[in-house]
């Protein structure tokens, strides 16, 4: 109280060095000629409505001061008189917050602050709002009491720092000409100074912005309100406040980048069945290809990862949040696309709905890592059904052929997929033309062979429907019995066998043929190199030529049986045994090998050799046709092991020689 009392003594000294409106303008700037028109408008107003009577009469206003009748004779008494006035006024202003007190049940060790509010309890750090020159203002130094104004310029709309969820600072600007806040107030004497709050704070001694400043302080990530104080010499004081916003733009990072990631995977459907469940795509995408879904960001947390499916058409059949269960996916080759949504909603609710649209438009960041499904049936079908028995049709016996021959082809018993697309019909083998209900055929035997595969092309492996059609002549037949099926293992390292079976028995009126009567169309004969896999082959008897009957020329019987070569070998993991090493040599021996064909290592080189067409699925089936026996006379080659091979007798046989390492 003193240390203000001897400000105002001080002032009113300065003010006192002349007459109050001498030498000093209406808009001078200066603290003591400002304070000089204050004091004669005080004066002035005083005068007119309490001036004693005595000093209407002399018409010295400086008496009202306490001072001399000629301005210029003041002394330092004045000061004092000033202060005096001043104690008078405290006195009056203490009797009335005494009989206020009494009035309202105030008692002793109750504060009343400068708005007369009552602080019967402090919470910890709080204080009373006061101030040194409270005393000097002629009416109480806050602003009215509506609610503080927005300061002018709008909200302060800024982003949170790089990787932080706060933003370092905030300018109190108005938008005019982007004045600073504490250049735009302005007072009719000097504003001493500004101060700024945080607004909803109930501890005063931490609510100012004092270290770090406004301008330097950590402005979390939402809604936050700065209170601006502007206050004068005088002690009066206004107030506006800022409204911050501080926005979230960055999205979440998911923990493995997705660059680093394949974004596709393909799944085959478990065995017998057609679907997965929308969940297992997500746990095999993650454990086959590394992906986690698990992601960061510098206000969240606790980013929650939405799991999507989107189909092909563009419609999301699963979202894990909406969807309590996992639907079924179903069919085969369908494509899918994962989608993970890593959603940053930290600052979902930190805003109300009176903000700004640019500041509502940015509550909810979302990262999105997307991969393609593709679901794959691999299993074939089940099994075949309604294969046909061997069977006979009969022509007369001036007849070369049969007009047409019917039967029904077989059917698959089933598939994992079948209610997913079209199941393709069996498709026949025999080459060159394939076989079809209702062709014609001649006299004899003809082998029938289907393949079976599902809608995704998936072949039924190992197995083919095979069954013989015999188109026979009723006068004198020739009835033929075909050897027993016969399977045998390839010899080693050698990519065939050597079958044998018995010898095919053929009758014509009750009387066995001569051996001389039966053969071989293909060329083949028992104990010679046969390839690997499965082929049929078929047995002639011709009839005797007696002239005694008619077309005796024309009959004739045929059969077939079934060759089987099983490999047992495992593969080698040094396969150069197998291979010819390429020879680019200039002398004879390199050019030896233009004109004469090479066999690579443990292939048949001399005598007799099949040459067989392989099914078009007989990487499946390992079925194949014998076209014709041919006779080989190639040369061994030098294998990639640089070993030399030579031609040497088939073990078992005389009918043929393969190439062997030269001892």
Known sequence: MLHSKLNVALLAVLASASPPGSGCAEDTDSAVCMLQLKNRDDYDEHWDTERPSHAAQ????TDFFGGASEPAKRSESDGHSLIAHQDSIEESHAQDNAEHKKRHGIFNNDIMDTLGEVHSHLFDGEGIASDPLEHLAPH???????????????????????????????????????????????????????????????????????????????????????????????GNMNECHR??????????????????????????????????????????????????????????????IVKKLENAQGEVVYDSSKDSTFPELKGPNQTYKLIYEAIDDHSAGLFHADAPDAVKNFIVETTIHEATLTLNDVQPPYDFQGCPSDFFVEIEAHETKHAGVFWTPPTITGDNCEEFGEIPEAEEQTKPAPMYPGMPLEVGAHPVQYAFKDASGNYIQDKECTFTITVEQKAHPVILTCPSNVTVRTLEHADFGLPIWDEPVAMQGGKVLPPS???????????????????????????????????????????????????????????????????????????????????????????????????????????????????????????????????????????????????
């Open 140 to 234: 109480h130094h806050s602003h009215d009491d509506d609610k503080c104004p927005e300061c002018p310029g709008g909200p302060f709309i800024g982003q949170a720092d790089s990787g932080s969820c706060f933003h370092g600072g905030a300018d109190i600007h108005v938008d005019f000409d982007d004045e600073d806040i504490e250049e735009f107030f302005g007072d009719n004497v000097l504003m001493r100074e500004w101060k700024y709050y945080k607004e909803g704070c109930h501890k005063p001694a931490q609510c100012e912005f004092i270290d770090p400043d406004v301008n330097h302080h950590q402005f979390p990530v939402g809604k936050s309100v700065v209170r601006v104080e502007g206050i004068d010499i005088a």
């Open 517 to 663: 009567f039966i053969s071989y169309p293909q060329g083949v004969q028992p104990n010679m190199p046969f390839a690997f896999g499965t082929t049929v082959i078929t047995v002639k008897a011709t009839g005797e030529i007696t002239g005694n009957r008619k077309d005796e020329h024309l009959m004739f019987d045929e059969c077939t049986f079934v060759v089987t070569v099983e490999d047992p070998q495992i593969p080698k993991i040094d396969g150069r045994m197998y291979r010819c090493k390429d020879s680019n040599r200039g002398d004879a021996e390199g050019l030896h090998s233009l004109t004469k064909p090479v066999a690579k290592p443990y292939e048949v080189c001399s005598g007799l050799a099949l040459d067989w067409i392989p099914h078009r699925a007989y990487v499946d089936t390992h079925h194949y046709d014998v076209k014709y026996v041919v006779e080989r006379n190639f040369r061994c080659c030098r294998s990639e092991m640089k070993v030399d091979h030579v031609c040497k007798p088939v073990p078992g046989t005389n009918t043929s020689s393969y190439c062997v390492p030269e001892e």
């Open 243 to 304: 409204t911050v916003y501080i926005l979230d733009k960055q999205a979440p990072k998911f923990v493995v980048p997705s660059k680093e990631v394949d974004t596709a995977i393909e799944i085959d459907f478990p065995e017998n069945t057609c679907s997965i469940t929308a969940d297992k795509p997500f746990l095999e995408y993650e454990e086959v290809n590394g992906f986690i879904d698990e992601a960061t960001d510098n206000c969240d947390k606790q980013v929650t």
């Open 58 to 61: 002399s018409g010295d206003m």
